[in-house]
T-cell receptor, first 115, second 112 residues
Framework: DAGVIQSPRHEVTEMGQEVTLRCKPISGHNSLFWYRQTMMRGLELLIYFNNNVPIDDSGMPEDRFSAKMPNASFSTLKIQPSEPRDSAVYFC?????????????FGQGTRLTVV | GQQLNQSPQSMFIQEGEDVSMNCTSSSIFNTWLWYKQDPGEGPVLLIALYKAGELTSNGRLTAQFGITRKDSFLNISASIPSDVGIYFCAGQLSGGYQKVTFGTGTKLQVIP
């Protein structure tokens, strides 16, 4: 299995621009999570999906952030407009409970820098 | 909301030494997970614990699910340089959609 695949690995953008981060979960996994990691706040859960349905988005910082999961094999996290304080590493993770797998598997992350 | 505090925040140890770190929660979890994160990578699952009092090993790693269900411990025996990284605990509630909450992390440095 290829694992969780995120793209791009690095993104540098100017303040005010739209940023879209992409994630392909492990095939067959039915839960998908978006996390943000910073030195100050550690790993924060932004949103998670179960069977493509958003279950809890209470961690999404504000309306500038949105996430979608149009099908079981793809999810996006969008920031519009981006701000310098959005600079962080964004991780996507997936989990397949029905396989008895209680741990989430993480992608390599997207390092976002907003200048 | 739930908070997971890990201690110590960071530690320097000599190669060959044993390491202990712990994680405490303000509320109960049904599953405890331990992850390791290498620089520039995502966290990787090391051990999962499913029952209070459970003790589980994975090579040189041993983790325990606290009896109160509010804490967990991770021990690394005979540390080696590749043990360097950040170790995260994570708590998960069973039932429903099983949201995972991560701890603050313990940064481990191993001196060869």
């Amino acid at each position: 299995d290829a694992g969780v695949i995120q793209s791009p690995r690095h993104e540098v953008t100017e303040m005010g621009q739209e940023v879209t981060l992409r994630c392909k979960p492990i095939s067959g996994h039915n839960s998908l999570f978006w996390y943000r990691q910073t030195m100050m706040r550690g790993l924060e859960l932004l949103i998670y999906f179960n069977n493509n349905v958003p279950i809890d988005d209470s961690g999404m910082p504000e309306d500038r952030f949105s996430a979608k999961m149009p099908n079981a094999s793809f999810s996006t996290l969008k920031i519009q407009p981006s701000e310098p304080r959005d600079s962080a590493v964004y991780f996507c993770a997936s989990r397949g409970i029905r396989f008895g797998d209680f741990g989430a598997f993480f992608g390599q992350g997207t390092r976002l820098t907003v200048v | 909301g739930q908070q997971l505090n890990q201690s110590p925040q960071s530690m320097f140890i000599q190669e060959g030494e044993d390491v202990s770190m712990n994680c405490t929660s303000s509320s109960i979890f049904n599953t405890w997970l331990w992850y390791k994160q290498d620089p520039g990578e995502g966290p990787v699952l090391l051990i999962a614990l499913y029952k209070a009092g459970e003790l589980t090993s994975n090579g040189r790693l041993t983790a325990q699910f606290g009896i109160t269900r509010k804490d967990s411990f991770l021990n690394i025996s005979a540390s080696i340089p590749s043990d360097v990284g950040i170790y995260f605990c994570a708590g998960q509630l069973s039932g429903g959609y099983q949201k995972v909450t991560f701890g603050t992390g313990t940064k481990l440095q191993v001196i060869p």
